[in-house]
């Protein structure tokens, strides 16, 4: 079986220097642990497919992991290749909404808007769906380097916030789902190299400097106890 891990980080309104000395703001996975990415491999023939649009529900997702009123956002690996899903609300429940998303990263494109007439401009992409329907965005491109993703999302009606999903085993059946995250709360998802210990420099350098901190305050607490 194949996957890759990741981990989501939360940075802190206050700027990267004041969240360096919180490792919560700092940095948060998801449910302390890295998120596992689905396999697709040997099932489907492309991230399209899997993501199913206007299939078996009209102008909606349909990849089994949609929830009424929330934004899910998850990453499947197929041929080598990963890609971030995200699907707001649901074909099976929901409310008429919509919200505006805008992001930055370091590697990959977008691949998928749903729907079509999704307007995409400087202010960013605007998702706007009925209730019993859902919109999303496939965001491909991506692999074993290291490389960060940050989106945004702003200007939202009845969108109670985001989760993230995990797969343990990169089954679809082992789908495990966080809490709820508040949408004006930073993100960033990015690619964490197994045994390397490092992330992408979108998240590193907080880390980075509370190791400096941690590591002047040991001293500190060091040298007193040489005084006594």
């Known amino acids: 079986m194949r996957f890759r891990s990741f981990a989501i980080a939360a940075t802190s309104m206050l700027g990267l220097l004041v969240s360096s000395f919180n490792a919560q703001a700092g940095f948060m996975s998801w449910n302390g642990n890295a998120i596992e990415a689905l396999d697709l491999n040997g099932d ?3 991230f399209e497919e899997f993501y199913d649009y206007d299939n078996a529900f009209q102008w909606s997702s349909n990849t089994g992991l949609e929830e009424a009123d929330t934004i899910v956002m ?6 080598g290749e990963l890609a971030i899903f995200s699907t707001i ?3 099976q429940g929901g409310s008429k909404g919509q919200v505006v998303f805008d ?35 496939i965001y491909s491109g991506l692999g074993d380097f290291d490389w960060s993703f940050v989106p945004s999302f702003f200007n939202s009606s009845n969108v ?4 993230f999903v995990s797969f343990s085993d990169g089954e679809f059946s082992s789908a495990s789902y966080s809490s709820l995250f508040s949408l004006d709360e930073p993100l960033v998802v990015s690619n964490l190299q197994l045994g390397s210990g490092n992330v992408s420099n979108a998240v590193s350098a907080p880390g980075t400097i509370l ?3 941690l590591g002047f305050t040991s001293l500190l ?5 040489l005084k006594f």
């Open 89 to 91: 609300s649901s074909p």
């Open 221 to 225: 607490m060091s040298r007193k106890r």
């Open 160 to 163: 109670d916030g985001i989760k």
């Open 44 to 46: 489907f023939t492309s």
């Open 74 to 79: 998850f990453l499947a690996e197929l041929g």
């Open 211 to 213: 190791l400096m901190v």
């Open 103 to 137: 992001y930055t990263a370091t590697a990959g494109s977008m691949l998928f808007l749903d729907d079509p007439d999704e307007s995409v401009n400087s202010a960013g992409i605007k998702f706007k769906y009925g209730s019993n329907k859902s919109d999303g965005f």
